[in-house]
């Protein structure tokens, strides 16, 4: 089993919040990652990390931001959740190799009324 | 650029019988793939990989993979589906340059296993 926990798994919440969701992995991975993911659809990377202190776009933009403290921690803040927001986000982490997978968390499920 | 390709969104089997997840790729250099799965409710996980070697590639829940270089394929294999099977598959490969390492996910392929 991967050692890669999301918190919360499924939010509803109003329109204009601030959320942050949560990220932790305990496998010591430079590498992390937040995907985007409609319910049974394709993958958008939208942010990744390669260690601490360290922050890059993916390939789909996204009004979120992300922060990276601490290697085993990688949360993902929306300022102002609106309903365009809403879909499963995905994090996950990996060696800094192009041969090691990556471990995924069981997403948050984000609903925005 | 690297790219991967699902052709089928769907793949139907009975339960009992051998099911192909089909993956085609594009890249430079050489061909690093990955096959993951994702069950409803659930993060994506780890089926099995190629990096070199063996064209016959074995990984997790009975599921084996073959490179084939000439068709640029990697189509996902398995000898006898169950119903547990059903769900998401993503066939990958890994970025070059700057963002190197970053995985390329195809659109996916919904496996049905039906009793």
């Known amino acids: 089993e991967a050692d890669i926990y999301q918190t919360p798994r499924y939010l509803v919440i109003g329109t204009g919040k601030k959320i942050t969701l949560e990220c932790s992995q305990t496998?010591?991975?430079?590498?992390m990652y937040w995907y985007q993911q409609d319910p049974g659809m394709e993958l958008h990377l939208i942010h990744y990390s390669y260690g601490v202190n360290s922050t890059e776009k993916g390939d789909l933009s996204s009004e979120s931001t992300v922060s990276r403290i601490r290697t085993e921690h990688f949360p993902l803040t929306l300022e102002s959740a609106r309903p365009s927001h809403t879909s499963q986000y995905l994090c996950a982490s990996s060696e800094y190799s192009v041969v090691q997978p990556q471990h995924f968390g069981d997403g948050t499920r984000l609903s925005i009324l | 650029a690297q790219s991967v390709a699902q052709p089928e969104d769907q793949v139907n089997v009975a339960e009992g019988n051998p099911l192909t997840v089909k993956c085609t790729y594009s890249?430079?250099?050489?061909?690093?793939l990955f096959w993951y799965v994702q069950y409803p409710n659930r993060g994506l996980q780890f089926l099995l990989k190629y990096i070199t070697g063996d064209n016959l590639v074995k990984g997790s829940y009975g599921f084996e993979a073959e490179f084939n270089k000439s068709q640029t394929s990697f189509h996902l294999k398995k000898p006898s589906a169950l119903v547990s099977d059903s769900a998401l598959y993503f066939c990958?490969?890994?970025?070059?340059?700057?963002?190197?390492?970053?995985?390329?996910f195809g659109k996916g392929t919904k496996l049905s296993v039906k009793p």
């Open positions: 990958a490969v890994p970025t070059r340059g700057g963002s190197q390492g970053n995985l390329i």
């Open positions: 496998m010591g991975h430079d590498k």
């Open positions: 890249v430079s250099g050489n061909p690093y």
